[in-house]
């Protein structure tokens, strides 16, 4: 759906099917497509004494390069003018604000009004900008793009001429796509494959209010270290980021399933951006302020983290590897129908949704670089939406060799320690578990290199989707019960951190008479003491906990639980003949598994083991 000039400075299009689709999501509960809001600190080159002018000179900028921000919504179509002298000055009136009263971002954006237009809000207080637009009009990848593109309009601000912008206005992705009308019939059965992982999802528990309040964010950080471990492990067992970061959101989530909620299965959403299979110019920043990107439902039977994480995977590689699979041959009538099946609500005998979304932007550098010419340097970015639901919504992403999480959640539903609790709890099991992963591949490494003389045919690797393997899952409980004389406010949610050597800790609360609990599958105590410790004699007593008996015998939980706390402790199967027959020193292997762990597995910067994993979907 191109634009159209239908007289002199006025155009028009038709809104598509995708856009559609996220405007109009939670339609049934009454309530609007919220917005989703940019937050960066910054500072500009001491030679500039006012910015107020230099940032209007960049919003301005941002119109010419991107008209379609101020098109309007007219139900089924957008409209654009070109803009006179005089309606320039209204629309800066409306959508350049200085919040001079307002401490911070956080601040604004637990309260930011909704509008029909893209609005940049600075705080002259912190040296903070947020952009917030309603969601349907740009997605994830298309802000952080807008945000970069400011900051460098900002680092050589000049006046811009408007009358020329029309040509920059932006087609819809089914245009772009050159989506046909009508699926084909194996198009209609992809979409029924599809849309047959639709289905009610476990969820949290979550206070019982009927009318939202104020959003709120909670933020984590990996160290550079942390984040370097995280994709080499992940590279090192053919996962992505994305698929265990979501794999840890499910496990937590399972160990805190909502006990009034029937599912015993969680259905996630795979967010995936397209620019990646448009055409150019439309696979870059010149077209951020649209949405180009879909989602598809991505069902997962809860197991354990590595067999979450190839579920998720399988989900996620599905426009990649199918075969025979065009996404922009079927995405029209895809829309169409979630359409209808999203708005239809949870069926009856199910609460509202409140399984937590998750978002993969991928390594944002590239679009969202800190520096600019010496003249703007960006400082922190963050991402966040405006959450009217019972959801918890999840961004991840990678900056500046960090990878970081950032949960968007409402105040009427969850409380803040509850959600802290869960992002840190989402961590601790993250890093956890990959340095588990990371064990084992040593402990196998070490074998091969035992065994490379022997004739013995290895076993091959178990399909984790054969059909007898989905039958066990599938008959794996899931429900996790508190006893209700334990105080919620003392069960302590322990996560991971090895920045100082120090452990930060949260507490899950009660939450209107519901109870939830974390249960560390896998995080054992001394990890942290494995990270940084310089004996070997430590290590050796870490590997003889993994190897014993065959299988990793977990310590008991530090004294601070309580005693009362059933922690539920997965023991992970280890090979007794491969353990009998390692012939390395364990000493010796541990060490060398923990440097590699530590230091990226023979990489030697952030850098190099995240060049090649830029990931959104």
């Known amino acids: 759906m191109s634009w159209q ?63 379609s921000m101020a098109a309007i919504d007219k139900g089924d179509h957008y409209e654009y003018d070109v803009p006179d002298a005089s309606a320039v000055d209204s629309w800066m009136q409306e959508t350049f604000q200085v919040a001079s009263a307002t401490t911070d971002a956080n601040e604004l954006f637990a309260n930011v009004k909704q509008s029909n237009l893209a609005v940049i809000h600075y705080f002259p207080k912190n040296s903070e900008i947020l952009v917030h637009c309603p969601h349907w009009r740009i997605d994830g990848m298309g802000i952080i793009m807008f945000t970069g593109q400011f900051f460098a309009a900002l680092a050589d601000p000049k006046d811009v001429k408007f009358g020329g912008e029309g040509a920059n206005l932006s087609p819809s992705i089914e245009t772009v796509g050159n989506c046909p009308k009508e699926a084909t019939a194996d198009g209609q059965i992809q979409i029924e494959e599809l849309l047959r992982d639709f289905r009610p999802s476990m969820g949290l528990p979550t206070i019982q209010s009927q009318s939202p309040g104020a959003t709120h964010r909670c ?26 970061v979501h794999a840890a959101v499910v496990c937590v989530t399972q160990q805190l399933a909502d006990h009034n909620n029937p599912s015993k299965v969680f259905m996630g959403v795979g967010v995936h951006d397209l620019r990646r299979y448009c055409p150019p110019p439309y696979n870059e920043s010149d077209h951020a302020v649209t949405i180009y990107q879909t989602a598809f439902p991505a069902l997962i039977i809860p197991s354990d983290f590595l067999t979450n994480a190839y579920q998720l995977q399988r989900a996620y590689s599905r426009l990649r590897v199918t075969p025979g699979f065009n996404v922009f041959d079927i995405l029209r009538q895809y829309h169409e129908t979630a359409h209808v099946m999203v708005n239809q609500g949870s069926p009856p005998g199910y609460p509202p949704p409140s399984a937590p979304d998750l978002s993969s932007l991928g390594i944002i550098d590239k679009y969202l670089p800190s520096q600019y010419k010496d003249k703007v340097e960006v400082h922190d970015f963050w991402i966040g939406v405006k959450m009217l639901m ?21 105040e009427a539903f969850y409380t803040a320690d509850f959600v802290d609790a869960f992002l840190n709890t989402v961590k601790g099991l993250l890093l956890a578990e990959l340095q588990i992963l990371g ?31 989905q039958e066990s899952l599938g008959a794996i409980d899931v429900h996790r019960s508190v006893p209700e004389n334990i105080p919620l406010e003392n069960v302590r949610a322990k996560s991971l951190s090895t920045e100082h050597g120090t452990e930060s800790n949260g507490r899950i609360h009660q939450h ?17 003491e494995r ?53 390395a020193g364990p000493a010796h292997d541990v060490h060398r598994a923990e440097r590699r762990m530590s230091t990226g597995i023979g990489a030697t910067s952030v850098g190099e083991v995240l060049a090649d994993t830029d990931e959104v979907d």
Not at 390 to 410: A, D, E, F
Not at 512 to 528: C, K
Not at 541 to 560: F, I, W
Request: with cysteine; glycine share 4%; hydrophobic share 30%.
């Open 439 to 469: 064990f084992k591949n040593e402990i196998k490494e070490a074998n091969g290199v035992a065994k490379s003389n022997s004739l013995h045919e290895q076993p091959q690797q178990e399909n984790v989707y054969s059909s007898s393997n």
């Open 219 to 244: 933020y984590v950080e990996f160290v550079a270290h942390e984040t370097l471990s995280v994709v080499s492990l992940c590279k090192a067992n053919n996962i992505t980021v994305t698929s265990a």
């Open 390 to 410: 019972r959801m918890l919504c999840v961004h991840v992403w990678t900056w500046q060799g960090k990878l970081r999480m950032s949960i968007s959640y409402n």
């Open 5 to 67: 000039e239908t007289s002199q400075g006025h155009f028009t299009r038709p809104l598509d099917t995708t856009e559609l689709f996220y405007r109009d999501i939670g339609k049934a509960s009454g309530r609007e497509s919220p917005p989703i809001s940019a937050i960066a600190r910054f500072s500009l080159s001491s030679s500039v004494e006012d910015p107020i002018q230099p940032l209007q000179l960049a919003w301005k900028a941002m119109r010419v390069k991107y008209p």
């Open 531 to 583: 990270e940084v410790c310089n004996a070997d004699q430590g290590l050796a007593e870490a590997y003889h906990e993994l190897n014993k008996d065959g299988e990793r015998v977990v310590q008991t939980p530090s004294q601070d639980w309580p005693a009362e706390l059933n922690i539920q402790h997965r023991n992970d199967q280890v090979k007794h003949d491969d353990l009998q027959n390692n012939t």
């Open 512 to 528: 209107n008479g519901e109870y939830g609990t974390v249960t560390m599958d896998r995080l054992f105590d001394d990890a942290h």
